[in-house]
């Protein structure tokens, strides 16, 4: 019985985290719930995973409405392992701000459920309306996680991501009107059917995938829409920072979804070219972003826009080989990402009023943060033997027969020795260079909190390499399903999807 509701279980968990969090106020018993409700949300998604791994498509019917005119959860096994990244992310963020942080603002833990159920949904939607939906609940929650701990640098960031993100939900809005007047229909399979069939205007179809593209590279940061990402996650608090890592991969895998199942059979020019070209440009905008750092934790942003523009590169390639690559990079340089966020935090306690910048100042007294920094700087350069070198091999190498593969070889590249060069020079200011006449300040407590969830963060380097193998089969399997529309159509519609006229 439990298997067939397992799609919905992780939306209503944390759900029902938020809402009994908002009954009481009191601190305590909100982070008892919340790192309750997320450590089984890692139990329950990785069990979904598990499940989700016998190629069996997975539907959940909202109301036992069937698709497309119900609302449907649609579990494959790219939905299952984005949901166990996502659980596995926020258990160790909410450990880490369990410490302290949620105490510097008011409704933290509510709002952090709810930007895990946004994600979440997002990602198991099969519905794009609902994708909307949940979004915006991502969005709303994120607003107000940016300001948490108040100050004016926050304050300005947030007014330029709202604004941003406010006409990005007016364009999908528009995107999705159109859509639904040309097609017929808004359930993510049966848009694949009716582009394929013949009968509706396929110039409005094509304007209206077009806007819906141009929402999720938005959201993922591909430039020009990229100035806000590294000023705004370089301005949030380090826990909300590391949540963050998450988001831009929320429209990295709306576009692999979307143009999987509908794109590539009915419009398999529509992101030609111009999506590689601005793919690029991003990866090079954000490498020459990270060697200008002044700070890690701006440069733990500029890494975070540099791994979006590399996953960029992916969905215009339409291939399973170079999907399954890209997979791997996604989850650990999502993980390093998180990492370099909350390190950038411990590092700037450590250092008093120098903080994180890159300036001799105090030396760090906690020896395991400079291992720590080490480890993560290895990871996040793509240097051997750690899972950056691997996910970056993998990416080459799948990459290697594509059209423009010259090109992406030498910027993919050339952006690594600059983020290698980068990373050791501003190591040596936070770990070897020191000012002559500074006395070491006394080791903080950092607590056992905070020090786990860096050193499990860090670990995932290390941890992905030695499960390289099990790992990459698992994200080649879900490429595989990935960019077979025909199952995945048959799957959600099931008969229907033979039987059905054509939408006028």
């Not at 992780?10 to 985290?17: E, I, K, N, V």
């Not at 709810?114 to 994600?119: H, I």
């Not at 939607?125 to 929650?141: K, P, Q, R, Y």
């Not at 979006?308 to 399973?320: D, E, F, I, N, Y």
Request: net charge positive; proline share 5%; charged share 10%.
């Amino acid at each position: 019985m439990i298997h067939a509701h397992a799609p919905i279980l992780p939306l209503l968990l944390p759900l029902a985290a938020a809402l009994l969090q908002m009954a009481s106020g009191r601190l305590p018993f909100q982070r008892a719930v919340g790192l309750l409700a997320t450590g089984l949300l890692v139990l329950l998604t990785g069990w979904l995973t598990l499940l989700a791994d016998d190629g069996q498509l997975r539907v959940y019917a909202l109301g036992d409405w069937p698709a497309p005119f119900g609302i449907v959860l649609v579990v494959d096994r790219l939905a299952a392992g984005m949901t166990l990244l996502t659980a596995v992310l926020g258990f160790l963020v909410l450990l880490y701000a369990s410490a302290g942080f949620d105490e510097e603002g008011l409704h933290f833990h509510p709002l952090f459920q709810f930007q895990l159920l946004g994600v979440l949904g997002a990602f198991l939607t099969g519905d794009l309306f609902n994708l909307f939906v949940f979004f915006e609940i991502m969005l709303l929650a994120s607003y107000v996680l940016l300001a948490h701990g108040g100050g004016l640098t926050r304050t300005r960031a947030g007014i330029t991501y709202v604004v941003l993100n406010l006409v990005g939900s007016a364009v999908f809005l528009i995107a999705l009107g159109l859509l639904y007047g040309t097609l017929g229909t808004l359930n993510l399979a049966d848009v694949a059917r009716v582009l394929a069939l013949p009968g509706y205007d396929r110039s409005l179809a094509r304007l209206a995938c077009a806007l819906l593209v141009a929402v999720f590279v938005l959201k993922a940061g591909l430039l020009p829409l990229s100035f806000w990402l590294p000023h705004t996650y370089s301005a949030a608090g380090a826990p909300v920072a590391a949540l963050f890592a998450i988001m831009t991969k929320v429209g990295i895998v709306a576009i692999l979804r979307v143009q999987a199942v509908a794109l590539a059979p009915a419009m398999p020019d529509l992101l030609d070219h111009w999506l590689t070209t601005l793919a690029l440009a991003t990866i090079v905008f954000a490498a020459l972003g990270a060697l200008a750092a002044a700070r890690l934790r701006a440069l733990a942003a500029w890494l975070v826009l540099l791994s979006a523009g590399t996953m960029l590169l992916v969905p215009a390639q339409a291939s399973a080989e170079v999907s399954a690559a890209a997979l791997y990079y996604l989850v650990q340089s999502t993980l390093a990402g998180a990492a370099c966020f909350l390190l950038s935090d411990l590092i700037a306690a450590q250092r008093g009023k120098v903080a994180d910048q890159f300036m001799a100042g105090p030396p760090l007294q906690a020896t395991w943060l400079k291992v720590a920094f080490l480890v993560l700087a290895t990871t996040a350069a793509a240097l051997p033997p750690f899972s950056g070198f691997i996910g970056k091999l993998m990416l080459l190498s799948s990459l290697r027969s594509a059209a423009a593969a010259p090109v992406m070889w030498t910027v993919l590249l050339t952006s690594g020795f600059v983020v290698m060069a980068a990373l050791a020079r501003d190591g040596c200011y936070l770990i070897w260079k020191h000012k002559a006449t500074a006395r070491p300040l006394a080791l903080e407590a950092i607590g056992w909190q905070r020090a786990t969830a860096v050193l499990l963060l860090v670990a995932a380097g290390p941890l992905l390499a030695l499960l390289a193998r099990p790992l990459a089969d698992y994200t080649a399997r879900a490429a595989a399903q990935l960019h077979a529309p025909g199952g995945y159509v048959t799957g959600v519609l099931g008969a229907s999807a033979t039987n059905r006229e054509a939408a006028p």
